[in-house]
């Protein structure tokens, strides 16, 4: 399968659009329906509906395979120039919002780093590709176990941190005055749900047996002020890594005890880390 076809055919569903597609990759519109026209024929299955332009099952099912196929390539692109080009000045760090605890902050060099605040699930392939030297993932699990990520390409990755964890409730709710609290006790309440920066709900719903957490309110975004706000305003609760949630105004942070679960922070890199990415490395 020609990669050039695939990335065609994606940016055409993506954009609903030959022409819009068109004008996005710099080719013609008729280019582009020759690139669909031999992908097609390549899988013998058609792709796409014209009118409107929407993918078919076939279609559905390619874009399935076609993210991870594509950033497969990038991150191998990106892997060889790493290796065939000299070391440059200065250091680019993806991380999470809550990744950067204070030992993580305390590390990073003095003067020459570019940190990058990204989703979550962005991480690993900003470091597969290039645009980041190193990446810090943090997440919810059982004291010493690795934390699951997506398979993008071959990286690296080590422990940073592991913490207790809190669930932050505004200073008015009922369970506010509890010294600890079990995590299935809190399964039927109102949550946040903020995947890129808060706890994911479906790692705490993991941590329950697959049962409850279902979400109050959605936050998209990744700043953890507007996250804490939300949860002091009463619009539901959020999981938080202790050093994180203590001491925000209007809330009360509470341990939990049951599962026995920790937030755990790990620092994801490729193989090739030279320069002030690998000192970086050595000191988390």
Do not use: K
Not at 161 to 187: I, K
């Amino acid at each position: 399968m020609d990669p050039h076809l695939l990335r065609t055919y994606v940016t055409v569903a993506r954009l609903a659009s030959f022409s819009e597609a068109a004008r996005e990759l710099g080719y013609t519109q008729s280019a582009v329906s020759q690139h669909i026209a031999a992908l097609e024929q390549d899988l013998g299955a058609p792709l796409l509906t014209r009118r409107p332009v929407a993918p078919t099952a076939a279609g559905e099912r390619l874009l399935e395979h076609a993210g991870p196929l594509l950033l497969r390539l990038d991150a191998a692109r990106a892997d060889v120039a790493r290796m065939a080009t000299a070391p440059e000045h200065g250091l680019s760090l993806a991380a999470t919002p809550t990744a950067l605890g204070p030992r993580v902050l305390a590390a990073l060099p003095a003067a020459g780093v570019t940190l990058r605040v990204l989703a979550r699930e962005e991480i690993p392939g900003a470091v597969a590709t290039g645009t980041a030297d190193l990446g810090l993932v943090d997440g919810l699990a059982a004291p010493s176990d690795p934390l699951r990520l997506p398979d993008v390409a071959p990286l690296t990755t080590h422990a940073v941190a592991e913490e207790p964890v809190c669930v932050l409730l505004p200073g008015t709710h009922p369970l506010a005055r509890c010294p600890a609290l079990r995590l299935g006790d809190l399964a039927d309440a109102r949550w946040l749900d903020a995947p890129d920066v808060g706890l994911p709900l479906a790692q705490l719903r993991a941590a329950n047996g697959g049962r409850g957490f279902r979400p109050a309110l959605r936050y998209d975004g990744i700043d953890l002020r507007t996250l804490t706000a939300l949860s002091a305003a009463g619009h539901g609760l959020t999981l938080l890594p202790t050093s994180t949630a203590t001491g925000i105004p209007g809330t009360v942070a509470v341990p939990i005890t049951e599962p026995r679960v920790v937030h755990r922070v790990e620092l994801v890199h490729t193989a090739t880390l030279r320069g002030a990415a690998a000192r970086l490395a050595e000191a988390l």
